[in-house]
C-alpha cells in the first residue's frame, strides 16, 4: 500500500464509479480497477461492494477512508514545508462571510497581494456553517466567520468587532407580521435577528429570502422590509435618509469576526504573513485560542 493506492482509493470512494475515479485522474478505467483489485487482495478483504450503478464502501472501506484522507493531507502539507524557505508563496484558500469581504477585507487583501506576490490567494464567500465545516474538513486554511464558534478542531482570533442594528424605510418597525428581508438559513445575522424577534414575541414575520447583501439593501430601501446588518454596511444608506437605524440589544447587537483554523494545522509563512497583516490592521489582539467544544459551549455546530 502506497500514497498511489490510497489516492486511488479516495477518488473511487468519493466518485462512487470506477469510471467515474478514473476521469478524475485523468487515467483509464483499467487501470483504477486494477489497482483496487491489487490492494484489496494485499489488505485481503474487500473495500468497495460492485453493483449495477456503480460501488459503494464496504465497512472496511469506510474504516481506511479516514487514513487515506489523512495520508493525502500530510502529503500537502509535507510538500508545503520542504518548499517553505520563510518567504510567503504558494496557495492560501480563504473563506469569509459576504459582509466582512464587503466591509473589511478589500484592503487588507490587496495590501497582502502587493507585499506577497507569490501568494496564490483565494476567497470564498458562504454562511457561518459552510465555513466551519470548510476549514475543519482542511478544504479551506482558514475563514472569517461571525463568533461565537463551537468546535474543538479549530483555533479561533478576534480580528474585527462590528455593532449591529435595525434597519428600515421610514414606518418599519418589528411588529407581528413584519416582513423580514434575510439571506439563506445559516446566516449568522439572520440567526440573531430571529432570537430578537422571538424575544419581542414576535412568531409570525413574513421571511423573504435573498442571494445577495446588494439585494436586501436595494429592498430595504424600496420599503419591503426589515434587516439587521452591520451599522458600517448601512451607514450610507442611511446618511443620505433612505433607510433608518435603530440600536438592539447588546447581546445581539456586539458581534466578534474570527478568524479561524485548524488546530493541527502545520504553521507555514503565507498564513504568518497574513496573521500579521490581520494585526498590523488595527484588529483588536487577542491571543490565539481554542475554540470551544460545543460540549463546553452547551450547545451544537457553530453559527
Known sequence: ??????????????????????ESLHTVQSNVTARIRALEAELGTELFRRHSRGVELTQAGERLLPYALKAARLLVEAARAVRDDGSPKGRLALGSLETTA?????????????????????LTAASNPELVRRVAGHELDGAFVCGPIQHGELVAEVVFREELVIAS??????????????????????????ALLADRGVHDAVRLEFGTLDA???????????????????????RSGRIRLSAVPPEIGRVETLFIRRRDAGDF???????????????????????????ARGGPGGR
Open 1 to 22: 500500500m502506497d500514497s498511489h493506492d490510497l489516492r486511488v482509493f479516495e477518488a473511487v470512494a468519493r466518485c462512487g464509479a470506477m469510471n467515474k475515479a478514473a
Open 102 to 122: 464587503a466591509l473589511r477585507l478589500s484592503p487588507i487583501l490587496s495590501r497582502f497581494a502587493a507585499k506577497h506576490p507569490q501568494v496564490d490567494i483565494s
Open 169 to 194: 424605510a421610514a414606518g418599519g418597525r418589528l411588529a407581528p407580521g413584519c416582513k423580514i428581508l434575510v439571506k439563506g438559513k445559516g446566516c449568522a445575522y439572520r440567526d440573531r435577528l430571529e
Open 216 to 238: 436586501i439593501i436595494g429592498c430595504l430601501e424600496g420599503g419591503l422590509g426589515i434587516t439587521l446588518l452591520p451599522r458600517a454596511l448601512l451607514l450610507p444608506a442611511a
Open 269 to 295: 509563512s503565507a498564513m504568518r504573513a497574513l496573521l500579521a497583516e490581520l494585526r498590523g490592521a488595527g484588529a483588536p489582539a487577542a491571543p490565539r485560542r481554542r475554540a470551544p467544544s460545543a460540549r
